[in-house]
């Protein structure tokens, strides 16, 4: 305890030291911002606008719009500027914030992923009563209790977090606001309290994960009783794009938070980082659109062109 100091700032991770690199990280990073940017929003826009898409699915999928353009929001934007400014430093209130809504986001994002999924599922598995379950209010229902529970959880996660005692310095080995990062600052039994706060949290991440398990097994057995090879091909394009969603999400923050914390900053970490806070972002935008011929003809008719052909999709909005 006789180290502890009053930290009023942290310094975070760069990607280089050498000018030009950071110059180029910046330019990087600001092409990735925009296109998610700009896929998310011409996602929200067109839902918004075409009363076609004013469905419980597409509901569902402008709200994952809003919370990936929150997830990305939170981390690149201090990362360039850190770049172009040539510093690292972020403020004790700042690292609170990024660390607040990084991981609001990112849980709010998956709690949302779970609903899509019950929404597939009562859609394939029980399409007489779709409209009757997933009516507007019990969608509203479901996106408000998701949004708050994680805000409260996460209120106490990051209250928690920031309530353990810093004696470690204040350099983090991330080029945002990390929890993992900031626990190898603490000193050695303050952060066992939060150790259990995360426990918890992985909990009921994990029990989120078994119920899309469930429900996916569930929808493929349905999906395999559909006679038609054109029904079987409509129910699965529905499911692919959430699916593949899930996956690249699970996958991604897995392997960034199982790993192994290493005693010193690698390449590789910078790189997990990206992988798991940036791409779901910009990727996500481009999964739905390409598979889903409404948002396609949605998106055609709000731009006045033909960017939204099949072959032209992908190259458009990457």
Known sequence: MSNQTNITEFLLLGFSDVRELQILHFMMFLVIYLAALTGNLLIITAIALDHHLHTPMYF???????????????????????????????????????????????????????????????????????????????????????????????????????????????????????????????????YLSEVGVIVFGVCLTLSCFVFIILTYVQILITVLRIPSKQGRHKAFSTCLPHFIVIFMFLSTATFAYMKPISSSPSGLDLVVAVLYSVLPSVMNPIIYSIRNKEIKDSLRKLTGCKLFNKNKMSAFLL
């Open 60 to 190: 569902f999928l402008m709200s994952l719009s809003i919370l990936d353009l929150g997830t990305i929001s939170v981390t690149i934007p201090k990362s360039m500027a850190n770049s172009l400014m040539n510093t690292r430093s972020i403020s004790y209130s700042g690292c609170v914030t990024q660390v607040f809504f990084l991981v609001f986001f990112a849980e709010a994002d998956f709690a949302l992923l779970t609903i899509m999924a019950y929404d597939r599922y009562v859609a394939i598995c029980k399409p007489l009563h779709y409209e009757t379950i997933m009516n507007r209010r019990a969608c509203v229902q479901m996106a408000a209790s998701a949004w708050i529970s994680v805000i409260l959880y996460y209120s106490l996660h990051t209250g928690n977090t920031f309530a353990i005692t810093f004696c470690g310095g204040n350099m983090v080995d991330q080029f945002f606001c990390e929890i993992p990062q900031l626990l190898k600052l603490a000193c050695s039994n303050s």
